[in-house]
């Protein structure tokens, strides 16, 4: 755990000793999230929260305590923060039921099998912010689960679990921006509100990230045409004809009827998000339908 971290550095430096409670334990810093600060937002809508960016809040609050020499008392501190942040995200507005979403490693991932142009996320390289990184991320996750509803799947991310359950009983809390592509109700982290994405400026976006790709993914898109680029061709076409224009883009950039397709798949397949569709797919995550199902029928009744 991080204490055994910050034991370690004991005879180099004075260590800043915190009890639960103390006037001393400060929030960090590191994820600040732009909240209402005198409203409380109501709905009556069923949160899905990408949870993902709380494991690296709490990492990063707890590299903060080694880097200052702080350890706290009779306490898990992946624990506490996990906690703290969670009362973060729960103060942000009111609703009558939430579920938490966790991603698969990226490895295990449908969209490692389907990537042929570029591995996915084959840029990201991992360096632990310290010893211990990974059982503070695994404490908060078994914490999270443990206490609230939460989702996981060996093979879909965070972004796939949101997708496929979202509908008009439910809104997103992401930091993603990728989610955009999903039609219904958002929490937007940066205006504390919530705001609406209809059909057509989802599909919209998605065509957009066709083209331009994704690079934190390490997701080509059409290499050359970026923001301007995609906005020239998107200019005045929505729907079907921006998805023709897409795919026309593809077959010039490959000069191959063939190739082009391809590589449009490819892209749709690693940028588009999982939604409900087709009855082998909602068999065999049938468990998530379920517990959406389950906290939906739970809200009605406290009404």
Known sequence: MASTNI???HNKKEMEIVAPGSQEQQQPKDFVMI????????TDKIALIDADFIKYFVCNAIKKDIENKRAYIFEDTAKKYTQEYINMILDSFECPGYIFCFSGNSSNTFRSAV????????????????????????????YIRDRYPTLLYRDLEADDILSMLQDDETFIYSRDKDLL??????????????????????FQFLMKQMITGDVVDNIPGIVGIG?????????????TEALMAVLKAY??????????????VESW???????KRGTYFQSR???????????KLNAKKNE
């Open 115 to 142: 990537a042929f142009e570029k591995k996915y996320k084959g840029t990201r390289t991992y360096e632990p912010l310290y010893d211990g990184e990974l059982q503070d991320k695994t404490t908060s996750i078994r």
């Open 227 to 239: 923001e301007v680029g995609a906005e020239k061709i998107l200019t005045n076409v929505k729907g």
């Open 251 to 264: 077959f010039e950039k490959e000069k191959s009827l063939f190739n082009g397709i391809d590589a449009f």
């Open 285 to 295: 995550y049938q468990s998530a339908f379920d517990v959406l199902q389950m906290i």
């Open 181 to 202: 592509q999903i039609p219904g109700t958002h929490y937007s982290l940066e205006t504390g509100q919530f705001v609406e994405m209809t059909k057509e400026h989802s």
């Open 7 to 9: 034991n370690s550095d």
């Open 269 to 275: 397949n690693l940028l588009r998000l999982r939604n």
């Open 35 to 42: 909240t209402p600060e005198t409203v409380k937002l109501k």
